[in-house]
């Protein structure tokens, strides 16, 4: 049975791969499409994984439902790791530059991004704290019930915008770099995920205090930092290499 959460993920999924096939050189869009449609399953995966091993507790006791992806329940730092991972494998299938192929891909994860916050929005899950100001939003929580809340899934959603915007602005610098934008994107991810994760509401194992989305979120920055010296440094050796 499909959920409103299964359909708005599906049509972020279909923009997401429309859009990078046509932004995609003529030569390469069939083929840029095949890996998006595997960086996406890979994607979903760790999505999945991340969900269940945060929510072991349950699934132990009904493994039946850990495969049922379309019930929702998804953890967004899984996907985006499982998004990183789906990229390694496609790069390394075809034989590719991870860096071109990643840039090549980045409008694929910022619409499943979008897409994802929007599908928690309307699935009652990643919801915000309650609140009474102005900026408040009607939601769902967990048990079907709307009340007015911080916009976590609304604010994801803009923000996530916002960034691919900034990161597509970078890639078409004539001084942009494979990768760069691919690796500032995870680091900025990691830190809206990070942000937003004390301003949600919804049920989750802590540690140290802080729920475990947070500390996820700030291994996905650390990631995203590491890759971004890489590709600097990496650059700059190129640029001594070439005399410039």
Partial sequence: MLTGFSVLLALGSAAGLLWVGLRAPAKLAVRTVDQGLLVLLVALAGGR????????????AYPGEIGQVWLGGLSGVGAVYGFVLGLFLAARLGKENLGL??????????????????????DGSAYGVPAAGWFALPALDERGLWARRFPTQALGAVLTLI????????????????????????????????GLAFTRADPAPLWRGWRLEAWAALSLAAL?????????IRAAILRRKNGL
């Fill in 163 to 194: 960034l691919w915007a900034g990161l597509d602005w970078l890639q078409r610098l004539r001084s942009a770099v494979p990768g760069r934008a691919v690796a500032l994107g995870l680091l900025l991810c990691g830190l809206l995920l990070f």
């Fill in 49 to 60: 994984a991340g969900y269940v091993a945060v929510n072991w507790g349950y699934f132990a």
């Fill in 224 to 232: 995203g930092l590491l890759g971004w010296g890489f590709v600097e």
């Fill in 101 to 122: 192929l990643a840039d090549r891909l980045l409008p694929l994860g910022m619409a499943l991004g979008v897409s994802a916050w929007l599908a928690a929005w309307w």
